[in-house]
């Protein structure tokens, strides 16, 4: 098992920025790829980030390319995510997921990962 536990949501205004923290534990060894997914009321979850562990590769949505950056300490077990000119489109729960799947296909959907933190909620006032 592995456990993962989110901080560092917030309010902050559009334009601001925040940095998401997601630590892990238990068999760590067992991660293959860490995520950010995050999911607006009334809407899907959806992808945002994801890190592939030990290579450190990353890949993202569209929709925050060039304002969001995943990175990873690995002898912390934490991903971050740091969340630059934030909008109010980016509100939504942000939740931070691990997966012990190999290749890259399957990174954007939710449903193949195998943990999941109990999400922090991320605000951006207009």
């Known amino acids: 098992q592995v456990q993962l536990v989110e901080s560092g949501g917030g309010l902050v205004q559009a334009g601001g920025s925040l940095r998401l923290s997601c630590a892990a534990s238990?068999?760590?060894?067992?991660?293959?790829?860490m995520a950010w997914f995050r999911q607006a009321p009334g809407k899907e979850r959806e992808f945002v980030a994801v890190n592939f562990w030990l290579r450190g590769s990353t890949d993202y949505a569209d929709s925050v390319k060039g304002r969001f950056t995943i990175s990873r300490d690995i002898a912390k077990n934490t991903v971050y995510l740091q969340m630059n000119t934030l909008k109010p489109g980016d509100t939504a729960v942000y939740y931070c997921?691990?997966?012990?799947?190999?290749?890259?296909?399957?990174?954007?959907?939710?449903?193949?990962?195998?943990?999941w933190g109990q999400g922090t909620q991320v605000t951006v006032s207009s």
């Open positions: 997921a691990a997966g012990r799947r190999s290749g890259s296909s399957w990174v954007t959907q939710p449903d193949l990962y195998d943990y």
């Open positions: 238990g068999r760590t060894f067992s991660m293959y790829a």
